[in-house]
């Protein structure tokens, strides 16, 4: 399977403990963006990387998230001192960036449950 | 970037042809427009992507005005597998801003 892996894809946390996200992009694919979705909602921006540089990071962002893209290759997504309202879907998409977006494909999602 | 507008939700039958209108009134020159389609419990799915005027697909159309202030997506014979949220996005062809997602249109197909 060549798509976008994401891993775990479900994890039960306690408030306060910390969680790490593993996704895996298309292997040429220099762009990766991280979303959290809500249900009922539309995907929400979180940040994105361009090969190992991150480019953005939503401002809506707690300082408790933190992503980082070491090697331009796999990406990790940490949250810090988790908290009921970080339950949520997280999903991971990556594209081939050219000069302009073309198609963004997205991995199942790790779904977080804080309890 | 340039604000997306859609309607909430739409209700189609079984193999009417199925119009979905976005509006981006602040479209810039260089933007494009993108449409995604989602299931639950799985991640957004690329549909159909265009500049200006029609593209067509094996899945979808998309009619872009000239003044690109809006734009639609047409599913000629939808299916009950059709139903799915379904996003508009406005990107900029420099690059330089992430792909973002309003809050989509929900359609249900019923039989």
């Known amino acids: 399977d060549t798509g976008v892996s994401q891993d775990p894809r479900h994890k039960i946390t306690k408030r306060g403990q910390n969680v790490t996200f593993r996704c895996d992009p298309i292997?040429?694919?220099?762009?990766l963006y991280w979303y959290r979705q809500t249900l009922g909602q539309g995907p929400e921006f979180l940040t994105y990387f361009q090969n190992e540089a991150q480019l953005e990071k939503s401002r809506l962002l707690s300082d408790r998230f933190s992503a980082e893209r070491p090697k331009g290759s796999f990406s990790t997504l940490e949250i810090q001192r988790t908290e009921q309202g970080d339950s949520a879907m997280y999903l991971c998409?990556?594209?081939?960036?050219?000069?302009?977006?073309?198609?963004?494909?997205f991995g199942q999602g790790t779904r977080l449950t804080v309890v | 970037l340039a604000k997306t507008t859609q309607p909430i939700s739409m209700d189609s039958y079984e193999g009417q042809e199925v119009n979905i209108t976005c509006s981006h009134n602040n479209i810039a020159t260089n933007d494009y427009i993108t449409w995604y389609q989602q299931f639950p419990s799985q991640g957004p799915r690329f549909i159909i992507q265009?500049?200006?005027t029609k593209v067509t697909n094996e899945v979808a159309s998309l009619f872009i005005p000239a003044d690109r202030k809006s734009s639609t997506l047409s599913l000629p014979r939808v299916s009950l597998s059709d139903t799915a949220v379904y996003y508009c996005l406005v990107g900029s062809s420099s690059g330089n801003t992430p792909l973002v997602f309003g809050k989509g249109t929900r359609l249900s197909v019923i039989a």
């Open positions: 265009g500049y200006k």
């Open positions: 292997s040429e694919h220099n762009r």
């Open positions: 998409a990556s594209s081939l960036f050219r000069g302009a977006d073309t198609e963004a494909f």
